[in-house]
């Protein structure tokens, strides 16, 4: 089993809709949850990270985790056109002087003006 | 613009060669990481380096390798290239190994084609 799985999509919805991503992950030692985005032909960009359990929002953006179940979520309300990207999950794990993050896959969206 | 500088950003080789890639971390920051983006297999973590120390290896090959110079700009080595490695390769960088929630910041990549 993956350590964070993350249904790649492809999603497509028109503007205005409210957008449900989703991530599962296997090890309950991670304690925070992160959100990159992607635009085509750029590299990842942190969108919002929440610690433990619980939402956390931010704009038109909420992240929700929940550490009982392993299942981690992002919603977009009032989804824009400029929304079009592909969204990943990211799990930080670190040891004695190292860090890193480890992705869901990325569910790829497409809202449709 | 990030701050993360990586060079070139395309990049078409043939099998059996080398290439090297290059990263400029944002200013201040002494962490550098690489990671490597296919589309069967997601981002997947290669290495880290602090301040021009290895800190943490994943799922790095051992035709890759890479370091950190005292001007903590980054290089991975790619040698005897395949068609599988072609791929997108990401540097990140941080301010330090351990960031919690904060993550660090990526450049926008080098695409490798291998032909």
């Known amino acids: 089993q993956k350590e964070v799985e993350q249904d790649p999509g492809p999603l497509s919805v028109p503007e205005g809709a409210i957008v449900s991503l989703n991530c599962t992950y296997s090890?309950?030692?991670?304690?925070?949850f992160m959100w990159y985005r992607q635009y085509s032909r750029k590299g990842p960009e942190l969108l919002m990270y929440t610690y433990s359990s619980g939402n956390k929002e931010d704009g038109r953006f909420t992240a929700q985790v929940d550490k009982s179940s392993k299942y981690i979520s992002l919603f977009i309300r009032d989804s824009q056109p400029s929304d079009s990207a592909t969204y990943l999950c990211?799990?930080?794990?670190?040891?004695?002087?190292?860090?890193?993050?480890?992705f869901g896959k990325g569910t790829k969206l497409s809202v449709i003006p | 613009d990030s701050g993360v500088t990586q060079t070139p950003k395309h990049l078409i080789t043939a099998t059996g060669q080398r290439v090297t890639l290059r990263c400029s971390p944002r200013?201040?920051?002494?962490?550098v990481y690489w990671y490597q983006q296919s589309l069967d297999q997601g981002l997947q973590f290669l290495i880290q380096?602090?301040?021009?120390?290895?800190?943490a290896k994943g799922n790095i090959l051992e035709r890759f390798s890479a370091q950190q110079f005292p001007d903590l700009h980054s290089e991975l080595n790619l040698s005897s290239l395949e068609l599988g490695d072609s791929a997108l390769y990401f540097c990140?960088?941080?301010?330090?190994?351990?960031?919690?929630?904060?993550?660090?910041?990526f450049g926008s990549g080098t695409r490798l084609t291998v032909v």
């Open positions: 200013s201040g920051d002494l962490s």
């Open positions: 990140a960088s941080s301010v330090a190994p351990r960031t919690g929630g904060y993550g660090y910041t």
């Open positions: 990211a799990l930080p794990h670190s040891g004695a002087g190292s860090y890193q993050l480890t």
């Open positions: 090890n309950s030692a991670f304690q925070y």
């Open positions: 380096y602090y301040n021009g120390e290895e800190r």
